[in-house]
């Protein structure tokens, strides 16, 4: 079954403790991208990758770094997170280059700093 | 840069009523245009497509057309279920190594 998974699902945490959400897609795409999802703001790109070690920032970059090493992997690390980065965060995946070409999106991460 | 437009709502319809979410896009070139999904605690799920003027995406009872004319691509159907009940994302995407552009999503709230 193609998809996209996420881990964890729930996350409370504290001010300046690092943390990382993994991410991860089987089918095979070169495109992955992280988003957050907040009331009345709807989803902002925060980094995209469009292959392996290639990565770049899209809207809201600040706090937030990622890497890919893998393919199938696309990490998204919190290094010192702070209140204003609780929110709902999703990691997606689609095929390069057709503009035809659907995003999967994996169930979401809801990570709470407090 | 390209742009979304969608109403945010709620938008509260009782069962059976007909439903219509506009959402309006500014692009340049012929950018596709998609419809996705979020049910309750989930991800987006894409609902329908579509890649070129006039084409019409489907899916569920669910219709959109895409119209270079009016820049637009709303969503229709005509007869909601409590099941429906989402928020729903227009998005275009411009092909290549553009990004995805999403609007902010409208909350759908169906009524027994």
């Known amino acids: 079954e193609a998809q996209v998974t996420q881990n964890p699902r729930y996350l409370i945490t504290v001010t300046g403790k690092k943390l990382t959400v993994t991410c991860s897609q089987n089918m095979n795409h070169e495109y992955m991208s992280w988003y957050r999802q907040d009331p009345g703001l709807g989803l902002r790109q925060i980094y995209y990758s469009m292959n392996v070690e290639v990565t770049d920032k899209g809207d809201v970059p600040e706090g937030y770094k990622v890497s890919r090493k893998e393919k199938r992997n696309f990490p998204l690390i919190l290094e010192s997170p702070s209140p204003n980065q609780t929110s709902l965060y999703f990691c997606a995946s689609r095929g390069q280059g057709a503009y035809s070409y659907e995003q999967y999106f994996g169930p979401g991460t809801r990570l709470t700093v407090t | 840069g390209n742009s979304v437009t969608q109403m945010e709502g709620p938008v509260t319809l009782s069962e059976e009523a007909f439903l219509t979410i506009n959402c309006t896009y500014t692009?340049?070139?012929?950018?596709?245009l998609f419809w996705y999904v979020q049910y309750p605690g989930e991800g987006l799920q894409l609902l329908l497509k579509a890649t070129k003027a006039d084409d019409k995406g489907s899916n569920k009872g669910f219709e959109a057309t895409y119209r270079k004319e009016t820049t637009s691509f709303h969503l229709e159907k005509g007869s909601v279920q409590v099941s429906d009940s989402a928020v729903y994302f227009c998005?275009?995407?411009?092909?290549?190594?553009?990004?995805?552009?999403f609007g902010i999503g409208t909350k759908l709230q169906v009524i027994p």
């Open positions: 998005a275009l995407n411009p092909g290549g190594y553009q990004k995805v552009t």
């Open positions: 692009a340049t070139g012929y950018p596709s």
